[in-house]
């Protein structure tokens, strides 16, 4: 897991900055600095353009057998030789309506626009909107037309009615085509009491993730009333990875893409690692040098990506929040530190004495704009949190990567030595990031920041009379099958709050919990059957670890000799897939795993409210709605009967579960 969000060390972005990134590379900036989103007090010493390609040492190189990926663009050019281009379309929600927000490699010369109407051929109103860019790396003056996006476009169309199907086309600018005309749906109006389903997703990227995408397209477009939106929960195209095909691979990397057919320049043997087989359905020497389906290029990753999902990202929201994976250009070096050769020294198909990563490693010109949510409409703060209503449910995107006490990626003021106001060089990791928001004291303080003062407010404002349902979502577990050191931070910061507000789910980047107190106590008071669990709201609520859409890291599995803890009920390190959400009424909602190998439902989970009990836990007002008897009755048969939990047992209870206290254990597989 990575990030590209704009970020600094120990100020906050503006608003209006933050609010129009994801993931920026890197930014970071003493208190006293000036506002800015990168530090550049040291120089970056790499190559100019990193480029994850022994052989081919160019931008557009397609030589030695190593054909680079493409995909085509969002607006079909109108002729052969295009000079500017839309080249993604991605939809978002803002309250009553939706942002546009599309990309092209060259400015429009003017202000983007979007036509729009309620019938397709009679687009009669006209919304206009702001563009921001960046010095990317390459720029887009050596990339193909077609295959690059540097300025980012936003427009917003507000006001709008409900559950209201709306057409929109953007028209042509400084060379680019006008698009086709194309339509979205607006989101609900918190309190619509009818049925929605909306696709749950993260870590996905482009490798291993072909079936997943499939079977999204399908979802998105069926007959039963398709998507109401994608909510991806970080970990983005896996754009980091860049480097794939030239480190090699260490034992305890789960897979690694090489290709038996693959040659390297200079004398010598062909190193062990290039004679691995692929995994299956992977093809050698496609993107990166050693296979695995990857642009050699960071930034030509997320291009690749963001015009792949094109097809889902026009027709339905695709609402996103940060994962690591979106924290620097690279995240860990290589087994005899590759990535310090090439990044810091200069040096390719080389090797270095120690790992000297810093956050001044990566290119600073390497940050994203490439998405934007509703941060600023629901005071939070750009996509790093944010919160939005559909139907019955409210929804809430947490930032676990930074802005609180020991998040996983460090604000400079954390790398700080006694007497210091900046780090030097040498005391930054390359994945520092943040705060996105305000610190109001002392780093170690979760009283002093702002995303927990604001995920706060925004739960004692959730009016369990409309919204009966609260699901929240970060990339990082609070718990898991085994134990990572992260999560009792994780814990620390977010877990209290959500208890005490009543909410019903916790999702993040598939395992599925057992209902859970604090302190990693199991609710076996709210467990009907393997498949269906009571909401116990103050108490305990559901963790669904959902990390398994595909990429090219492929599934984080146990280390050998290892049980999950007792808290799972479910784990799968096979398949690949994403889960469908459908908010049945006021007092159910169903989970389903659809696999990406054949669109089968791999688990499903169904949440009942009690019989009589309220919607909230401490906070908010509650709902009043009941379940019958008979309903529940329905709802746990239907779900028991397609379940297992991880033991393999498909007995009606988990009364036998044990709820002892786990020990501490660590994953010993490749860095996810």
Same mark, same amino acid.
């Given at each position: 897991m990575r990030y590209p969000f704009a970020v600094t060390a120990a100020a906050a972005l503006s608003a209006a900055t933050a609010a129009s990134l994801v993931v920026v590379a890197s930014g970071r900036l003493s208190a006293a600095a000036p506002a800015a989103d990168v530090d550049?007090?040291?120089?970056?010493?790499?190559?100019?353009?990193?480029?994850?390609?022994?052989?081919?040492?160019?931008?557009?190189?397609n030589g030695k057998g190593f054909p680079r990926l493409v995909e085509p663009p969002a607006v079909r050019p109108s002729g052969p030789n295009p000079t500017n281009n839309v080249n993604v379309i991605a939809l978002s929600y803002i309250p009553r309506g939706v942002n546009v927000h599309f990309q092209t490699p060259f400015g429009l010369g003017e202000p983007p626009a979007v036509r729009w109407g309620r019938d397709a051929s009679h687009l009669d109103s006209l919304a206009t909107g702001s563009t921001h860019t960046y010095a990317r790396t390459p720029p887009c003056s050596e990339v193909i037309v077609t295959q690059c996006s540097q300025f980012f476009h936003e427009v917003q169309i507000g006001g709008l009615d409900h559950d209201t199907t709306y057409y929109y086309q953007i028209p042509a600018a400084n060379g680019t085509t006008t698009s086709d005309v194309l339509s979205f749906r607006t989101a609900r109006k918190a309190g619509d009491p009818r049925p929605f389903t909306a696709a749950v997703l993260n870590d996905?990227?482009?490798?291993?993730?072909?079936?997943?995408?499939?079977h999204l397209l399908e979802a998105a477009s069926g007959t039963d009333g398709g998507l109401a939106f994608a909510w991806h929960g970080g970990d983005i195209s896996y754009a980091d990875d860049w480097y794939s095909g030239i480190l090699p691979c260490a034992d305890d990397w789960p897979v690694c893409y090489n290709g038996t057919s693959t040659s390297l320049p200079g004398t010598g043997p062909v190193p062990d690692e290039y004679k691995v087989p692929l995994p299956a359905g992977e093809k050698p020497n496609q993107g990166g040098p050693q296979g695995g389906d990857m642009s050699v290029l960071y930034e030509s990753n997320w291009d690749l990506w963001q015009q792949w999902i094109n097809n889902l990202t026009v027709k339905v929201p695709y609402m996103v929040l940060p994962g690591n994976h979106e924290a620097a250009c690279a995240e860990f070096d290589g087994p005899n530190f590759e990535l310090t050769a090439y990044l810091v020294n200069n040096k390719t198909n080389a090797t270095a004495p120690a790992n000297n990563l810093t956050y001044?490693?990566?290119?600073?010109?390497?940050?994203?704009?490439?998405?934007?949510?509703?941060g600023t409409e629901t005071s939070g703060v750009g996509n790093f949190w944010?919160?939005?209503?559909?139907?019955?449910?409210?929804?809430?995107?947490? @930032? #676990?990567?930074?802005?609180?006490?020991? =998040?996983?990626e460090w604000p400079f003021v954390r790398d700080l030595k006694?007497?210091? %106001?900046?780090?030097?060089?040498?005391?930054?990791?390359?994945?520092?990031?943040?705060?996105?928001?305000?610190?109001?004291?002392?780093?170690?303080?979760?009283?002093?920041?702002?995303?927990l003062a604001w995920l706060k407010r925004d739960l004692a404002a959730v009016d369990r009379e409309k919204t009966p349902w609260v699901i929240a979502m970060s990339h990082r577990p609070m718990y898991s099958s085994q134990v990572s050191s992260y999560q009792k931070y994780m814990r620390n910061a977010f877990e209290g709050l959500?208890?005490?507000?009543?909410?019903?789910?916790?999702?993040?980047?598939?395992?599925?919990?057992?209902?859970?107190?604090?302190?990693?106590t199991i609710d076996s008071s709210s467990i009907v059957n393997n498949g269906t669990y009571y909401t116990n709201p103050g108490v305990s609520m559901?963790?669904?670890? @959902? #990390?398994?859409?595909?990429?090219?890291? =492929?599934?984080?599995?146990?280390?050998?000799?290892?049980?999950?803890?007792n808290i %799972?009920?479910?784990?799968?390190?096979?398949?690949?897939?994403?889960?469908?959400?459908?908010?049945?009424?006021?007092?159910?909602?169903?989970?389903?795993?659809?696999?990406?190998?054949?669109?089968?439902?791999?688990?499903?989970?169904?949440?009942?409210?009690?019989?009589?009990?309220?919607?909230?836990?401490?906070?908010?007002?509650?709902?009043?709605?009941?379940?019958?008897?008979?309903?529940?009755?329905?709802?746990?048969?239907?779900?028991a009967s397609s379940t297992k939990n991880v033991y393999g047992e498909s007995s009606s209870t988990a009364e036998a579960v044990s709820e002892s206290a786990a020990t501490e254990v660590y994953h010993a597989t490749k860095p996810c």
């Open positions: 550049e007090r040291f120089p970056y010493t790499g190559p100019d353009v990193p480029i994850g390609d022994w052989v081919d040492q160019t931008v557009n190189g996905m990227g482009y490798t291993n993730a072909q079936g997943t995408f499939q001044y490693s990566c290119p600073p010109t390497q940050r994203q704009h490439r998405f934007r949510m509703p944010y919160s939005f209503d559909y139907g019955l449910a409210h929804f809430i995107s947490i @930032n #676990g990567e930074t802005d609180y006490p020991y =998040s996983p006694t007497g210091e %106001t900046l780090p030097t060089e040498s005391e930054t990791f390359i994945t520092d990031s943040g705060p996105f928001g305000y610190i109001n004291g002392s780093w170690k303080d979760y009283g002093a920041y702002e995303q959500l208890l005490q507000y009543g909410v019903d789910l916790y999702l993040s980047g598939y395992e599925r919990l057992f209902p859970l107190g604090a302190n990693q559901t963790h669904i670890v @959902n #990390g398994m859409a595909g990429n090219i890291e =492929s599934h984080s599995t146990l280390a050998s000799g290892k049980s999950p803890l %799972t009920a479910v784990l799968d390190q096979e398949h690949y897939g994403f889960s469908k959400l459908t908010v049945e009424n006021a007092t159910a909602l169903r989970w389903q795993f659809v696999r990406g190998l054949d669109g089968q439902i791999g688990d499903e989970l169904v949440l009942l409210k009690r019989p009589g009990s309220g919607g909230g836990g401490g906070g908010g007002s509650s709902s009043s709605s009941v379940m019958s008897s008979s309903s529940a009755a329905y709802y746990s048969a239907t779900a």
